[in-house]
């Protein structure tokens, strides 16, 4: 290669210039008015948080910066440090409302602490899948453990309706004195709850299912958003049916009932209406 002078000679490059061939970017890129070099990062097997936080530590010990020089982790890690900031809100906001329109329903914060015990429960066969599965904790399955939420909360409300209409159909009936009648009625509304339960997670896992083994575009996410629902369907689905009863008669013996008797209410004097309400002795 010849380099022009103002003389008009033709000076080639070798007498002016030492070259050498060297690696170096494929373009030169700018952000924030600097210029920025990219080292891409393929990885598997691993969470992205984990990675970073472990890479971070290996590049500032062997990796020394010259003034001027700045090192920042983007991608999908950046983005799941700005996700993760949402969901210190989103998360807690969640329960919030659950907790909030399940008091709403049933007037009963004992009533609402029981359906919200659907969500532990739940959590457990969540995290048991995606450990079989291999998949770790990632934007998407957070996202399903939201929408595992507001399905556990579902399932509660229907258990916890038919406990309470085989308690009060108890009362009314006058059958609601000891510890045995209350044993009776629980068991009596859980059993009656065992298919429309059944039926409700049938249809969950018929939606669910062919997601875990879809392929293509979008699938990996899809799986991991998918997964804590059926894992917790599952579990719920059997540790409300042994748990809930449980609690409910532990509640109505020793604080509605009080170690006592429930019959309803008799009538106050002939031509006035029957108070239908239960009373306590």
Do not use: C
Not at 102 to 111: C, P
Not at 163 to 181: H, K, P, W
């Amino acid at each position: 290669m010849l380099v022009p002078t103002p003389s008009g000679a033709q000076i080639p490059m070798a007498q002016i210039a030492t070259l050498r061939r060297v690696e170096g970017p494929a373009m030169i890129r700018n952000e924030n008015g600097q210029l920025a070099g990219y080292v891409y990062v393929d990885m598997t097997g691993r969470d992205v948080g984990g990675y970073v936080d472990e890479a971070k530590a290996r590049v500032q010990a062997a990796v020394p910066l010259p003034p001027g020089y700045t090192f920042v982790w983007s991608g999908q890690y950046e983005n799941m440090l700005r996700v993760r900031e949402r969901l210190t809100i989103v998360l807690p906001l969640t329960l919030f409302l659950i907790a909030l329109l399940l008091y709403m329903n049933t007037k009963s914060g004992v009533k609402t602490a029981i359906v919200l015990l659907a969500v532990p429960f739940s959590l457990v066969g969540a995290v048991w899948l995606l450990w079989g599965l291999g998949y770790n904790t990632s934007i998407a399955v957070w996202v399903g453990m939201i929408a595992l939420m507001g399905l556990d909360a579902e399932t509660g409300v229907f258990m916890l309706l038919f406990l309470d209409l085989a308690y009060e159909e108890r009362v009314r009936a006058g059958r609601m004195r000891t510890e045995e009648d209350l044993d009776e009625a629980i068991i009596h509304g859980a059993v009656r709850r065992v298919r429309p339960k059944m039926m409700t997670v049938a249809a969950a896992f018929m939606g669910l299912l062919p997601i875990m083994w879809a392929t293509g575009s979008g699938a990996d996410v899809m799986k991991r958003i998918a997964a804590p629902m059926v894992g917790g369907l599952a579990t719920s689905f059997l540790l409300e049916l042994l748990v809930y009863p449980a609690l409910y008669a532990i509640w109505k013996w020793n604080f509605v009932m009080r170690r006592g008797t429930v019959v309803p209410q008799p009538a106050v004097s002939r031509g006035r209406a029957d108070v239908g309400n239960a009373g306590l002795l």
